[in-house]
């Protein structure tokens, strides 16, 4: 495979990669914000999430893997599991490493989570707040196409997206649709036993 | 009553099923579509290695390893092998070859 095809995979790849990643975020804040509509059951947003989360991590490897394959840059598989072991652009390879390890520590404990439990799945989840900064900011700063206008404009749009969804968690009330049944049930109850 | 939530589910599942297919490929066409797009603008070809060198200078002035690529690609534009230390990411090559700028990878 030519030299110049694996380098055009790499970059495509890794637009990919990171429109999938910014739809994994946005998907898990509308789970937590519980949308849902006559024909959209919450459980087809948590399954996208699902999927489209293992699919990130399939084109993330083929981002990663057609980088160092390679014979131009001369990589090495170290530069791609130890954040920082690169020679090239030591600092923002370095993020990107440390990205793809929160991405694949999340992905995995989510598989294993009935064995884990809740609360142990939930502290490592939160690290895709850390997770897709990281990987962005690996894009801006080593990408090839960073500042072509295509590029940027998909990464306006992701960033503006994440930014949006994350303002609506923020702001939005409960929508658990039992809460009003709990806090009656808890009245119900400071009533008959006011201790 | 029942039927209607076993069909509605369904009905949900199947649109699951369509969207995880839908989303699988457009990301396989987007890998393609954008391979394509990046290799229109910036080819890393030697007779374009002037033109990606000066963008990349241009708009990755600020950090010091592509500089020095961008000057080394310029240098070793008729070189097939790869160059050691000096240059982070190898160096031009001739042909069908990238222009080995800091913006490269």
Redesign the interface.
């Known amino acids: 495979m030519?030299?110049?095809l694996l380098?055009?995979?790499?970059?495509?790849?890794g637009?990919?990669t990171e429109?999938?990643l910014t739809?994994v975020v946005v998907l898990g804040i509308l789970t937590v914000l519980r949308v849902q509509g006559a024909?959209?059951?919450a459980?087809?947003t948590t399954?996208?999430h699902r999927?489209?989360a293992l699919?990130t991590v399939v084109?993330l490897a083929?981002h990663i893997v057609t980088?160092v394959v390679d014979?131009?840059?001369?990589?090495g598989w170290a530069a791609a599991f130890i954040p920082f072991a690169s020679?090239?652009?030591t600092f923002w390879?370095g993020l990107g490493v440390i990205s793809f390890e929160l991405v694949l520590a999340i992905v995995v404990t989510s598989l294993v989570r009935s064995w884990l439990g809740h609360r142990a799945w939930r502290a490592v989840h939160w690290l895709t707040y850390a997770a897709w900064p990281v990987g962005i900011a690996h894009g801006l700063g080593?990408?090839?196409?960073?500042?072509?206008a295509?590029m940027l404009g998909i990464s306006a749009a992701c960033v503006a997206a994440v930014v949006f969804a994350v303002t609506w968690r923020l702001v939005a009330t409960s929508r658990d649709p039992l809460e009003a049944a709990r806090l009656g049930f808890r009245a119900a109850v400071d009533r008959r036993d006011p201790r | 009553m029942e039927r209607t939530r076993i069909e509605a589910r369904d009905a949900a599942l199947h649109l699951l099923n369509r969207l995880t297919l839908g989303f699988a490929a457009a990301a396989v066409a987007g890998v393609g579509v954008f391979a394509a797009i990046s290799a229109a603008t910036i080819p890393g070809s030697a007779s374009a290695g002037t033109q990606a060198s000066t963008q990349t200078s241009t708009t990755t002035g600020s950090d010091s390893s592509s500089s020095t690529d961008s000057s080394d690609s310029g240098d070793s534009g008729s070189s097939n092998s790869v160059q050691p230390s000096s240059s982070p990411v190898g160096s031009a090559t001739s042909g069908s070859g990238m222009v080995a700028t800091g913006a490269s990878h």
Not at chain 1, 71 to 75: A, D, I, M, R
């Open positions: 030519s030299d110049t380098w055009y995979t790499t970059r495509g790849a637009a990919v429109i999938l739809c024909s959209w059951p459980f087809v399954g996208l999927n489209l699919m084109f083929l980088a014979p131009f840059t001369n990589l020679y090239y652009r390879l080593t990408g090839t196409d960073t500042w072509s295509w």
